[in-house]
């Protein structure tokens, strides 16, 4: 099971980024994923997961209705649509999954297989 995620950058305060995040050694669709965050000196927090197949999503009452969450089954890959980008919104992202088919709730404490992280850092 490997997991990397890609697509973290610099940008200004209103704009906008799109995370990748490619699975290999097992097909994302079948089970959950998420991505989470965590600044400096901050816990580690669900931003938005996704259930198997999309059955039901969840997305963090901080990023709603700026950030959505989507798959690409042929190129196994979730990503992570940022609009709208705050300062505040500056942390290394993850992406996580714990191989199973059980919703999409998002504490982080559920996933056990993680990606090494990319960081958006949203400042002028």
């Known amino acids: 099971v490997q997991l990397v995620e890609s697509g973290g950058g610099l940008v200004q305060p209103g704009g906008s980024l799109r995370l990748s995040c490619t699975a290999s050694g097992f097909t994302l669709d079948y089970y959950a994923i998420g991505w989470f965050r965590q600044a400096p000196g901050k816990e580690r927090e669900g931003v938005s997961c996704i259930s198997n197949s999309d059955v039901s999503t969840y997305v963090a009452d901080s990023v709603k209705g700026r950030f959505t969450i989507s798959r690409d089954n042929a190129k196994n890959t979730v990503y992570l649509q940022m609009n709208s980008l705050k300062p505040e919104d500056t942390a290394v992202y993850y992406c996580?999954?714990?191989?199973?088919?059980?919703?999409?709730?998002?504490?982080?404490?559920?996933?056990?297989?993680w990606g090494q992280g990319t960081q958006v850092t949203v400042s002028s």
């Open positions: 996580a999954t714990d191989l199973s088919t059980v919703g999409s709730s998002c504490p982080p404490l559920r996933y056990n297989y």
